[in-house]
T-cell receptor, first 113, second 114 residues
């Protein structure tokens, strides 16, 4: 079964700091990779996704992620965070096109003004 | 936002009682999912459906059953609720994750089992 690991479950940083959230998965075949964000009191929404092509993916609100196949990783980055980026971030992996999505445990990010 | 409606939005019930949560979509998407979200566990798949009357178990299916008699409706039933099933339940839909399509999520149902 596919599994997804996210580290540093709680992250606190100041506005304008850079953010990087790690995501590793355990599946050796073809994968589709996603990052979802959940703002306080809201449902999950898509930040960005990788399906094929350029391994550096740009998403909404200045976020980007890089797929490194050799490292089984899909880390999320943002060069300069804002207070409004306070949220929980989930990495998710679809393995082998089976139409199921496995989620990591999430990163709770708090940005201090 | 995608047309997904979950009902009820909040539910308080007692241990041992049956509970049914409803997910209704207006997008005509083939795939529907039920997840539960718990602190420290992220989202875990309970059951999913790949068509009318076609369902399969997820990673935490014990104590839950589902039904999909119409494309637009996916019901999650707790036959006899337990306190461990206190959680936030999210319904999600997709055209095809395997083809890189994303999941659209509903607003969630907060269930408390006393």
């Amino acid at each position: 079964a596919q599994s997804v690991s996210q580290h540093n479950h709680h992250v606190i940083l100041s506005e304008a700091a850079s953010l990087e959230l790690g995501c590793n998965y355990s599946y050796g075949g073809t994968v589709n990779l996603f990052w979802y964000v959940q703002y306080p009191g809201q449902h999950l929404q898509l930040l960005l996704k990788y399906f094929s092509g350029d391994p550096l993916v740009k998403g909404i609100k200045g976020f980007e992620a890089e797929f490194i196949k050799s490292k089984f990783s899909f880390n999320l980055r943002k060069p300069s965070v804002q207070w409004s980026d306070t949220a929980e971030y989930f990495c998710a992996v679809n393995a082998g096109g089976n139409n199921r999505l496995a989620f990591g445990k999430g990163n709770q990010v708090v940005v201090i003004p | 936002d995608a047309g997904i409606t979950q009902s009820p939005r909040h539910k308080v019930t007692e241990t041992g009682t049956p509970v049914t949560l409803r997910c209704h979509q207006t997008e005509n998407h083939r795939y529907m999912y039920w997840y539960r979200q718990d602190p420290g566990h992220g989202l875990r798949l309970i059951h999913y459906s790949y068509g009318v009357k076609d369902t399969d178990k997820g990673e935490v299916s014990d104590g839950y059953s589902v039904s999909r008699s119409k494309t637009e409706d996916f019901l999650l039933t707790l036959e006899s609720a337990t306190s461990s099933q206190t959680s936030v339940y999210f319904c999600a839909i997709s055209e095809s994750i395997g083809m890189g399509e994303k999941l659209f999520f509903g607003s969630g149902t907060q269930l408390s089992v006393l």
